[in-house]
């Protein structure tokens, strides 16, 4: 399968803005799902946006509003965007692909089993 790379990670101050990248081609096909999760310390890992091969789009309430998942118009690179970034926002960031099962969703446990190795970001007060 193919190797997911991140990338845009960085350091930024409550209330900025940063945008990820991943390179995710190849996932065109019916019911492919893309997402960014995080983990942070102490934390369990966290899924905070997913999108479907239709476009369709999910977020926690922990992140609605202020997160953006997209892809490009070739379909393979995926982006998150993130506005309004508060400290506790601050994890390792990952992008992962995977198949949704036949009426699932793209959010079910257990749909990825591609995942990249994490971009780092930090989020000061």
């Known amino acids: 399968q193919v190797q997911l790379v991140e990338s845009g990670g960085g350091s930024v101050q409550a209330g900025g803005s940063l945008r990820l990248s991943c390179a995710a081609p190849?996932?065109?096909?019916?019911?492919?799902?893309l997402a960014w999760f995080r983990q942070g310390p102490t934390k369990e890992r966290e899924g905070v946006a997913f999108?479907?091969?239709?476009?369709?789009?999910r977020y926690p309430d922990s992140v609605k509003g202020r997160f953006t998942i997209s892809q490009d118009s070739a379909k393979t690179t995926l982006y998150l965007q993130m506005n309004s970034l508060k400290p506790e926002d601050t994890a390792m960031y990952y992008c992962?692909?995977?198949?949704?099962?036949?009426?699932?969703?793209?959010?079910?446990?257990?749909?990825?089993?591609?995942w990249g190795q994490g971009t780092q970001v930090t989020v000061s007060s």
């Open positions: 190849g996932y065109t096909y019916f019911r492919a799902c």
């Open positions: 992962a692909a995977g198949r949704r099962s036949v009426g699932g969703s793209c959010s079910a446990p257990g749909t990825y089993n591609n």
């Open positions: 999108i479907d091969s239709s476009g369709t789009t």
